[in-house]
């Protein structure tokens, strides 16, 4: 008889080996790590807990990450969905120039991002200068520091998925009297839907954790540019902070479990579906 | 409706696709373009379609009396059907079926009911009753095939176009599919042009065939007439198997075949009014036309040939012959000849062309003739199938 499928022998060499590995580095680089922050948070009850979390300047950092963050994942979604179009549908000069331009925002260090964009939306700064109101140490200037950020996250899970599509789908399309406007909302876009959801997840998922860019642009002035990191951060140099940072902690890992949780759920949902149609 | 095409060509670069094509399809007709991949067959059924755009310098596409060389796809009333069946993947089949009615304008969009009562209409038609719910990817090839023919057929459109309907369907499900779509035709009577590479395909369901080559039409006509007086040597070969044999044709219309002379049984000449003069020509014999005996027959014309190998497995034996030049020859004899003549692989015996095609039996340079050395080959055809 055959065994349970987890207790199969391979046919492939090394698997104890590789799978002892696997678990020691998980192990050592992510899980310890992770069950610490539950261990000191467990050090606080409950009320403590909350009573951390209701500090009006914690509320306020909360609020603003995730509006924020949110902000900029939409915006990213919907200009990161005209340029991910753009690049795999038409050809052009300066394609794969602009191309290798979107990664930028994943290479290039926090820290320069952040001080090229503070500078350049300061109240005398290139962008700046033209706007009537503040960008720089405001949460406008947070959110476009996490629109910066998060930009390649929608564009490159959308490319492989916009490539994917048939030409074919849109000539039946067509050839059924539908126009362009129709075929993209019932055809196209529903085809790349679960890319864009998890292209948006991801997008929103690393704005709320983004720190660096954020510190310059946004200046980091509690109770009104102050990020969660930024909270966790200064918690730490209070008298017990550590118990304090790590309650703040939580609640960020919890948000982003959740957010990839709902990734998972909706490859799930779009494997099921959409598998192996042809 | 009649769809009529005048002076079609179509460039892709420097390659033509099509070559200043014109056929014209009777209403209520069948019709399959049946040709080699390259020939231009689905670049022709495209330009019907609206898909494609013709050189142009191209004429009119006539559908009934009017000219919709200018309108799109989606305005000529189209219903087209694709090789890999192009079915939304995230619609179920119903959705499938219906996408054509609901992306109708608002003011003639059916109701809902009506759409419904539409699409179950035609998931009875093609026995899919039950799968109204599923997903495309939960269907095998052939019943997709048969809901990309609903969905085209929802909207009632006036010619029905088809690229290679069965070329992605394995070969049982595509000879039942093949039945299948020729009894629809038969209650619907849409004018339909389907696009083939398979010539049991085109030859069992057409009502009329036009058989294509480097971009245009070699014969269009009925499949029997195709298959039984072919035009041109392209669609001998093309249509099944055929030994291939070059030489002259002699003023008595003697066949001279290297140092072979004689005549054969029956002689078929596409242009009779060359047999005049002395010529180089192609002859071609079809394997059932190509007897084999153990003597040369007297006054025919007769050559020796070596057997290389013997199929057996089949309705009729097919022998794979040598002649002494070391060209291939293709014959077919039945079951009980082959027992009488008692021969097996190795043996050496004498072949008879009995009923020979003739082609381009037109004089050409001495220059040219030397170059020409006899030559007999077996085409297989057949081989395309299995693409």
Known sequence: MARPALLQRSVLPGFGLTMGFTVLYLSLIVLIPLSGLFIVTSHLSLSDFLQIMSNDLVKKSFTLTFRASFVAAVVNAFFGFIVAWVLVRYWFPGRRIIDAMVDLPFAMPTAVSGIALAQIYSEHGWLGSHFSFPIRGTEIGVTIALIFIGMPFVIRTLQPSLQEIDKELEEVSASLGANRWQTFTKVIFPAVLPAFITGFAMAFARAIGEYGSVLFIGGMIPGKTEIMSSVILSKLYEENGHIAASAVAIVMLAASFGILLAINLVQLWANRRFANAQ | ????????????????????????????????????????????????????????????????????????????????????????????????????????????????????????????????????????????????????????????????????????????????????????????????????????????????????????????????????????????????????????????????????????????????????????????????????????????????????????????????????????????????????????????????????????????????????????GASASGEEKAS
């Open chain 2, 1 to 376: 409706m009649s769809i009529e095409v005048r002076n079609i060509t179509k460039s892709f670069g420097q390659f033509k696709a099509l070559d200043n094509v014109s056929i014209k399809i009777n209403a209520g007709e069948l019709v399959a373009l049946l040709g080699p991949s390259g020939s231009g067959k689905t670049t022709l059924l495209r330009i019907i379609a609206g898909l494609e755009v013709p050189d142009p310098t191209s004429g009119p596409i006539f559908f009934g009396g009017e000219d919709v060389a200018r309108r799109k796809v989606g305005q000529r009333g189209v219903g087209f059907v694709f090789q890999h069946y192009a079915l939304f993947r995230h619609m179920t089949v119903f959705d499938n079926i219906a996408f054509g009615l609901t992306v109708k304008p608002r003011k003639i969009r059916p109701t809902k009911e009506q759409i419904r009562a539409r699409v179950s209409e035609l998931l009875h038609m093609i026995q899919l009753d039950n799968l109204a719910d599923r997903y495309p990817n939960q269907l095998s090839g052939g019943q997709r095939q048969r809901v990309a023919l609903a969905r085209a057929l929802a909207v009632r459109p006036k010619v029905l176009l088809l690229d290679e309907p069965f070329g992605a369907l394995d070969a049982k499900v595509r000879v039942e599919l093949r039945g299948w779509l020729r009894r629809l035709h038969e209650e619907i009577h849409l004018t339909s042009v389907f696009v083939t590479h398979d010539q049991d395909e085109a030859l069992e369901l057409a009502d009329r065939v036009a058989v294509m080559n480097n971009g245009h039409i070699e014969q269009f006509d009925k499949p029997d007439y195709v298959f039984h007086h072919p035009s041109t040597p392209f669609v001998m070969n093309f249509l099944g198997q055929v030994n291939q044999f070059r030489g002259r044709l002699g003023r008595t219309g003697e066949i001279h075949i290297g140092q072979y002379a004689g005549v054969a049984e029956e002689m078929v000449a596409a242009n009779t009014s060359d047999w005049a003069s002395e010529a180089n020509a192609s002859f071609f014999v079809r394997p059932h036309d190509l007897a084999i005996t153990r003597q040369p027959r007297e006054g025919q014309l007769s050559f020796p040939g070596t057997i290389l190998r013997v199929h057996s497995a089949g309705v009729r034996i097919r022998v794979e012959l040598q002649s002494d030049e070391g060209e291939p020859m293709l014959a077919e004899v039945s079951h009980a000849r082959w027992e009488r003549l008692g021969l097996k692989a190795g043996d050496r015996c004498f072949v008879t062309p009995q009923s020979v095609r003739i082609f381009d039996a037109v004089d050409t340079p001495a220059a040219a003739r030397t170059t020409e050395t006899p030559k007999a």
